[in-house]
């Protein structure tokens, strides 16, 4: 044994003249990280607050980021520095400064930073959402908002849209029979569900009388995005994940959606009808594009499934979480409920049931959907870009490869554009040119320039038709003993912000019933 131990170690010394050649190429590589490094640090940084050894700013953030960030912007200015781990991020709470990233500067803005939960739900980041920027990412955008998200087929879905909302209505109308009080939040993600499952996928995702066991699985999805992760912030360090669970739990996630998307999918395969046929929904329309052998999109089975569970989550995520926090703030707020009850209740007048133009009458509550995205944006940081190549913007530099956050929360209470930017008041919109399409960066709750969100028009058009629909045929009241001013309104962190506890309200019909 001995023997072979002395003989192993003459060989690998023999071995080592053979790397002599590469030592200049290893010196050069070392010297060329030096020069960039030094380099790098001689520009001119945005500020930055003060950080520990290795983890940086991480033990700052606290359970909601986008509050953290938001304090220390108005000390250190409207775009700084902070060190996430080994990660250089950039943080934006300026209007002007959003403005030239995603217009300016939007190409080297555009891509995306790819984390070990995008890659894990999304398979590898072939959705749309997460995918880096080119030409795949282009192409898969052009088929989703043209068979899915565009104006015209937003309002082919019209007839989905008033029958979930109609049962929605049974539901509520069959708890003010019994005196029962509701969880609007759990119906509002279950009617989010249907309404986007039914147009996607050509079915629904929750059936009647079944509990919505795949909606929670999505929010799931969303909290777990958040999650700390090694090898997000510590490459070298990524192992931990498996060591803390965090793999097993995204794939557990990632499992159950794929199942429920599995059984669609072949669902589909086998009503499939004819390579002429495109199909009834967008389910069959990724299923043509795979059949024929798109190059530019070449749709293998984990990019179906990738592109549905982005369809899907962010679709029903941001709606109901929209709805939620609109309805909290009417239940606290007894002038503003009774003034958008009004205007819908005089637009509806005896109408048997509230149809799509009569939205378009109804200003005042466009002006309440602007301030709860305003004041409660459902994703109040935006998802993640990085930076393609250095770049100069508000006076510092930021380097290739920098992870860049809008903090769209701060921008939208920035005092400097919003009087009493704290409160919630729909009247601040009323003859205010102001939009959320993400051409004026004072309210981007969709974000803006090429990675806006392409679902806006389909999503507003579900809020719209059901809030303007609990509004008509509804009055609303807290559970005995609470007060509106005492309304729970604490955050729960995650890639969207929902409100921490559900909501439960007793709803009344209206008009009242006569006895």
């Avoid at 940086?56 to 700084?80: A, D, E, F, M, V």
């Avoid at 290739?400 to 903090?407: A, W």
Wanted: aromatic content about 8%; hydrophobic content about 40%; proline content about 6%.
């Amino acid at each position: 044994m001995l023997k072979m131990t002395i003989l192993s170690d003459i060989n690998q010394m023999e071995n080592i003249p053979f790397l002599f050649p590469l030592l200049p190429f290893f010196f050069l590589l070392l010297l060329l990280h030096m020069i960039i490094t030094r380099t790098i640090n001689k520009l001119k940084l945005p500020p930055s607050p003060p950080k520990l050894p290795i983890i940086g700013n991480l033990h700052q953030l606290g359970k909601l980021p986008h509050r953290y960030l938001r304090s220390i912007s108005t000390k250190y200015g409207p775009i700084l520095l902070v060190h996430l781990g080994h990660k250089r991020t950039i943080v934006i709470s300026s209007a002007e400064i959003a403005k030239e990233i995603m217009t300016k500067h939007d190409i080297i803005f555009s891509d995306r930073d790819r984390t070990t939960a995008a890659n894990i739900f999304f398979h590898g980041s072939v959705d749309i959402g997460f995918s880096p920027y080119g030409e795949y990412w282009r192409h898969v955008r052009k088929i989703g908002v043209l068979q899915l998200l565009s104006i015209k087929r937003v309002q082919s879905f019209q007839s989905v849209r008033e029958e979930e909302v109609s049962n929605f209505v049974g539901k509520v109308r069959d708890a003010c029979l019994s005196g029962n009080s509701i969880n609007l939040s759990e119906m509002f993600a279950v009617v989010s569900n249907n309404i986007i499952s039914r147009c996607a996928l050509g079915r629904k995702a929750v059936k009647e009388d079944d509990k919505n066991k795949f909606g929670e699985v999505t929010r799931r999805m969303m909290v777990q995005f958040t999650e700390f992760s090694f090898g997000d912030k510590f490459p070298f360090l990524g192992w931990m994940d498996n060591v803390t669970g965090l793999i097993g739990r995204l794939k557990s996630t990632a499992g159950g959606i794929d199942a429920f998307l599995d059984k669609v999918i072949e669902e589909h395969r086998i009503n499939f009808k004819s390579d002429d046929d495109d199909g009834d929904d967008f389910v069959d329309t990724l299923l043509q594009i795979q059949k024929n052998g798109d190059p530019e999109a070449q749709l293998h089975e984990d990019n179906l499934k990738a592109i549905l569970t982005d369809m899907f989550v962010a679709g029903t995520e941001t709606t109901s979480t929209t709805m939620e926090w609109l309805m909290a703030e009417l239940i606290k707020d007894e002038k503003v409920m009774r003034k958008a009850q009004e205007e819908v209740r005089k637009v509806i007048g005896n109408k048997p049931k509230v149809e799509a133009a009569d939205i378009e009458q109804m200003n005042y509550l466009k002006c309440i959907i602007k301030e709860t995205l305003r004041l409660h944006p459902a994703a109040p940081l935006l998802v993640p870009r990085e930076t393609s190549a250095g770049v100069e913007v508000g006076g510092y530099y930021i380097p290739r490869k920098t992870t860049v956050i809008v903090n769209a929360f701060a921008i939208q209470t920035d005092p400097k554009l919003w009087e009493r930017p704290e409160e919630f008041i729909p009247e601040r919109f009323e003859n205010n040119p102001v939009d959320y399409t993400g051409k004026d960066f004072r309210l981007i709750p969709f974000g803006g320039g090429r990675r806006v969100c392409p679902g806006i028009s389909f999503g507003l058009a579900s809020i719209e038709f059901v809030i303007a629909n609990l509004l008509n045929w509804f009055d609303w009241k807290l559970l005995d003993g609470q007060v509106p001013q005492d309304l729970d309104m604490t955050e729960r962190h995650g890639l969207t912000v929902p409100r921490k506890n559900p909501l439960h309200l007793v709803p009344l019909v209206y008009p009242p019933l006569s006895t």
